[in-house]
């Protein structure tokens, strides 16, 4: 086993993408990958074991049931990399079925350095497993594992936990067609998908009782505050989750409770808030699982499989690059 890690090159940049976000004429936004550094990253690892939150453990469970097939229909040799690995628990399953077949090159790309401590820490007792984890945004990332391949190597990558859910479904088929620019033919692509179910089943898992996704939001502030030198006061905005039922997704915001001015002096900028306001901070689309194999076909991969859990409706679906 090889455990090691390539820091990061921080391509992108919080302050402008914060005050970009805040001085929208209409709504205001801050983009969802920010809701994952370390707090936010150790609260949706906590999310994920809410009883109103479903979705990681249908994953999870998918790639237990299925590791077997899906290591047998990916085409080997192969190295794996992982876009967005998060903790690496669910990835367990497949990558211990992977290295029975032989041994197996497991890159994680994560923006988050503690979730990506988490992950090597997690599955670095597997045997005949090396992994290597770049801190990068995904398509950076991927460029450089692409770099990394050996003669008549396949790539296959994850794209698990239905994080393509936090792309709006245009933008997500250019995720995909990007990802697909990188591979070549026959290499393979796992994506996990939350399919639709009732407003009301939503409403519960994105505004959960305890409020733990409500913290996941408000520390979204918390971190303009901390690394942008803001002042914020978070018991001044309150977490919402609203349904829209034309982009067939549920959407996080944080509403302004009173009317307020926030500095973020690290992004020069001052901005106003209404009563009433909001800061949208993500969407999570739901799919349903006949449209995946026409999301796939457009970014040039072909839907092979798609295994569909029990308990919460969730897919997960191997796409083969044409
Ligand atoms: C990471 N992503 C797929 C989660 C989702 O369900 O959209 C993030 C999340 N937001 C609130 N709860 C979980």
Same mark, same amino acid.
């Given at each position: $086993?090889?455990?090691?890690?390539?820091?990061?090159? !921080?391509?992108?940049?919080?302050?402008?993408?914060?005050?970009?976000?805040?001085?929208?004429?209409?709504?205001?936004?801050?983009? /969802?990958?920010?809701?994952?550094?370390?707090?936010?990253? !150790?609260? +949706?690892?906590?999310?994920?074991?809410? *009883?109103?939150?479903?979705?990681? %453990?249908?994953?999870?469970?998918?790639?237990?049931?299925?590791?077997?097939?899906?290591?047998?229909?990916?085409?080997?040799?192969?190295?794996?990399?992982?876009?967005?690995?998060?903790?690496?628990?669910?990835?367990?399953?497949?990558?211990?079925?992977?290295?029975?077949?032989?041994?197996?090159?497991?890159?994680?790309?994560?923006? /988050?350095?503690?979730?990506?401590? $988490?992950?090597?820490?997690?599955? /670095?007792?597997?045997?005949? @497993?090396?992994?290597?984890?770049?801190?990068?945004?995904? &398509?950076?990332?991927?460029?450089?594992?692409? !770099?990394?391949?050996? *003669?008549?190597?396949?790539?296959?990558? &994850?794209?698990?936990?239905?994080?393509?859910?936090?792309?709006? %479904?245009?933008?997500?088929?250019?995720?995909?067609?990007? =990802?697909?620019?990188?591979?070549?033919?026959?290499?393979?692509?796992?994506?996990?998908?939350?399919?639709?179910?009732?407003?009301?089943? &939503?409403?519960?898992?994105?505004?959960?009782?305890?409020? =733990?996704?409500?913290? +996941?939001?408000?520390?979204?502030? !918390?971190?303009?505050?901390?690394?942008?030198?803001?002042?914020?006061?978070?018991?001044?905005?309150?977490?919402?989750?609203?349904?829209?039922?034309?982009?067939?997704?549920?959407? $996080?915001?944080?509403?302004?409770?009173?009317?307020?001015?926030?500095?973020?002096? $690290?992004?020069?900028?001052? =901005?106003? +808030?209404?009563?009433?306001?909001? #800061?949208?901070?993500?969407?999570?689309?739901?799919?349903?699982?006949?449209? #995946? +194999?026409?999301?796939?076909?457009?970014?040039?991969?072909?839907?092979?499989?798609?295994? @569909?859990?029990?308990?919460? *409706?969730?897919?997960?679906?191997?796409?083969?690059?044409?």
């Amino acid at each position: $086993m090889l455990v090691h890690s390539i820091p990061t090159n !921080a391509g992108y940049d919080f302050a402008s993408d914060v005050r970009a976000g805040l001085t929208r004429p209409d709504q205001k936004e801050l983009p /969802s990958k920010y809701l994952y550094d370390d707090v936010g990253s !150790a609260l +949706f690892e906590v999310i994920s074991h809410l *009883p109103e939150y479903g979705l990681t %453990r249908a994953d999870e469970r998918l790639l237990r049931r299925h590791a077997k097939e899906i290591v047998e229909r990916v085409p080997g040799p192969v190295a794996v990399a992982e876009l967005g690995s998060g903790s690496g628990k669910k990835t367990r399953w497949l990558l211990e079925a992977f290295c029975r077949r032989q041994r197996t090159s497991y890159y994680p790309v994560e923006i /988050s350095h503690a979730a990506l401590v $988490m992950c090597e820490r997690e599955l /670095s007792d597997i045997d005949a @497993i090396s992994i290597v984890g770049f801190e990068r945004e995904y &398509l950076d990332g991927l460029l450089e594992v692409a !770099a990394y391949r050996k *003669p008549g190597q396949h790539l296959c990558v &994850l794209f698990l936990g239905s994080t393509i859910g936090n792309f709006d %479904r245009a933008a997500g088929v250019d995720f995909l067609a990007e =990802v697909r620019s990188i591979l070549q033919p026959d290499d393979s692509l796992l994506l996990g998908t939350d399919l639709e179910k009732s407003g009301s089943q &939503l409403l519960q898992a994105y505004d959960d009782e305890l409020g =733990v996704t409500a913290a +996941f939001n408000l520390n979204l502030l !918390a971190r303009v505050n901390r690394e942008l030198a803001a002042d914020f006061a978070l018991d001044h905005f309150e977490h919402t989750a609203r349904i829209n039922s034309e982009a067939r997704s549920v959407e $996080m915001h944080l509403v302004s409770k009173r009317h307020q001015v926030v500095s973020i002096p $690290m992004a020069e900028v001052v =901005v106003e +808030f209404q009563e009433g306001e909001t #800061i949208w901070t993500e969407s999570s689309h739901k799919y349903s699982s006949d449209e #995946i +194999f026409d999301t796939a076909r457009k970014a040039g991969f072909r839907c092979e499989v798609q295994w @569909i859990d029990e308990q919460w *409706p969730f897919a997960e679906n191997l796409l083969i690059a044409e």
